[in-house]
């Protein structure tokens, strides 16, 4: 400590304006705990240890690299989407893939990553996307990008992309519309045709239902 404290008043300036170094400290050596405090309590000029010490807490507090900046982070986001018609009404299997995936979750305790998401506000940054796209559109989004690549391999006739957002409400923002499926004349499939509205389970909390 003696020789911290002898570096110290090298580099701080004296109240003394006509000196650059501080007179050297004289101390005693002392077997008891008590010496060691007792040597912190020596000043150099007018500073003393505690106006270090104030000095390092300050300097660190105001450090732009703190703990508080560290938590403003964007997530990325990975989606597949293609027109409504064909992710809600036509694809037989889309539905069973969502609620075994849904179920995969609730089983293991896991939160909910993944999202449907009609007419998504995202797809602006997408020209090149959305001059392919069938409107209204619906995608599906997750920030698990293994799972959303397996899913565009399973859809097959999907669009792929990524993007950015510094929040989850930001990230699912959609544009109000109504859906509007047309009921075939005859069906002739073994299962009974999905119902409408299924998807709504997947829709972000506080997003607005379609309406038929």
Known sequence: MVVLW???CQVIPSHNPHTLLFP???TRRRSSSSSSSCRLRHQCGRVSCQSITTFAVAADTANPTSSADKGQTTE????VVANAKFMLDEEEHFKELMFERLRLFAER???QDFWLVVEPKFLEKFPNITKRLKRPAVALVSTNRPWITYMKLRLDRVLSDSYEADSIEEALASNPVNLEFEKPEKWVAPY??????WWETFLPLGSQKPQA
């Open 6 to 8: 002898s570096m110290a």
């Open 24 to 26: 050297s400290i004289t």
């Open 76 to 79: 990325k986001y990975y989606f």
């Open 109 to 111: 305790n896991m939160e």
């Open 192 to 197: 009974q045709k999905y119902e409408y509205g």
